[in-house]
């Protein structure tokens, strides 16, 4: 070995292979899919009950609450119920 050049200096740094960052990594994007629908997406509900005789419309959004509205309104004038659309606010009566 004696045409071999030594270093004059030398590093104690180790690589190593991390076998759980393919866990991890499945783990980020199950929550970046969860704060996409979270964020993005409107959650809605509606729902219809009869209490008396009377048949009730119920609903629930948590976002657009306007559009929400305008859609119920459009909805409920397909069966040809006339209603306005601020009537409809807030548990508002239908007449």
Do not use: C
């Not at 050049?5 to 740094?13: A, K, Q």
């Amino acid at each position: 070995m004696s045409d071999v050049d030594f270093s004059e200096s030398t590093t104690y740094l180790n690589i190593r292979i991390d076998r759980a960052m393919p866990f991890v990594w499945l783990g980020a994007a199950i929550v970046m899919l969860g704060l996409i629908i979270g964020f993005y997406w409107q959650h809605r509900r509606i729902w219809l009950t009869v209490v008396n005789g009377e048949l009730i419309l119920g609903g629930h959004t948590n976002k657009n609450w306007f559009g929400f509205r305008r859609e119920i309104v459009s909805i409920l004038e397909k069966v040809d119920m006339v209603v306005d659309e601020k009537s409809i606010d807030n548990g508002g009566g239908l007449t």
